[in-house]
């Protein structure tokens, strides 16, 4: 483990700052072994992080677009190709129907944080998808409302399903109109 992933002890790798010691770079990969610890919770969201991203082909080329960000309530989301990630930075602030600006449409859960597989308390029902409420005031740009249950310290990925396509009407077949004979 890492130091991103909160590692019990500081590691610094040999340099010159350090005298090129051994002494803190050693990693205790076996953290995420112990079921008396957290780190297991934090390999399970990178695992599963890792597979969403790694199925989708070209991720890294996928342009990233701000769809919310305020500062106040600590919550910021991203889109990129079809994947939406909602994070609420906030320690103590949940939001139930918290509302931003995303492309038109409907949305499932993909995974959160929130889940009991990454040590949450499971608060958010990822069976649910969630539709966009449309706003005249941005129809021209296919934009709606999408509200999110957003508990503290938390992030979700959702992704927008793609629309149904109406089956193709084939027209009727027109029939001649009888004539009437003269007589």
């Known amino acids: 483990m890492g130091n991103e992933w909160g590692h019990p002890e500081w590691i610094d790798f040999p340099r010159e700052g350090n005298g090129w010691s051994y002494k803190y770079a050693r ?32 991720f890294q080329q996928l342009p990233v677009r701000k769809l919310w960000d305020k500062d106040d309530d600590q919550v910021l989301a991203y889109m990129r190709g079809d994947l939406v990630f909602v994070y609420n930075f906030s320690p103590t602030q949940s939001h139930v129907d918290y509302p931003m ?4 449409g409907e949305y499932q859960g993909v ?67 009888s004539k009437k004979s003269a007589k």
Do not use: C
Not at 35 to 53: E, G, P, V
Not at 136 to 150: E, I, N, R, S, V
């Open 27 to 58: 990693r205790q990969w076996d953290l995420v072994d112990r079921k008396d610890l957290k780190y297991q919770f934090l390999n399970n969201w990178d695992n599963d992080m890792i597979h969403l991203i790694g199925g989708v082909k070209n």
């Open 101 to 104: 600006l995303a492309p038109e």
């Open 111 to 177: 995974f959160d944080s929130d889940d009991a597989r990454y040590g949450g308390y499971g608060n958010i029902d990822s069976k649910v998808n969630h539709l966009t409420e449309h706003d005249g005031l941005y129809a021209d740009a296919h934009l709606g409302w999408l509200k999110l249950y957003l508990p503290a310290r938390s992030a979700q990925i959702l992704r927008l399903k793609a629309p149904k396509r109406k089956p193709a009407t084939k027209p009727k077949a027109s029939t001649p109109k």
